[in-house]
């Protein structure tokens, strides 16, 4: 497996880690349908939460948070339909960013936005 996809796993479950310590309950990691992914699906209280996580070295090439797109967060209200039509069950939905950056020294940062709309 190349590094790049080590590294990603690895903040994947470093934001898994992190999600549960602070009340989140996960309920599927890398989730899949056809082309379709959601990084982390998780609940608390009422709301389902569907969570990309982007994973950094450093920010010299901008924060991790930077690299979602419109085109993305299209991608995940797709796979969130497609997961919810199997999923009734939930009816409040939440779309979620958690950041992660390695800094140099080894200090990791986390940065976590709730609820994100993207329109343009």
Known sequence: MAEHQDFGIWGESLAADWLEANGFEILHRNWRMGKLEIDLIARKGKYL???EVKTRHGNEYGWPEESVSVKKFRHLQVAAG???R?????QWLRYDLLAITRQRNGAIDFFF???LYFTR
């Open 82 to 84: 497609v997961f919810l």
């Open 86 to 90: 199997a999923h009734p069950q939930y």
């Open 113 to 115: 936005r709730e609820d």
């Open 49 to 51: 939460h569907i969570i």
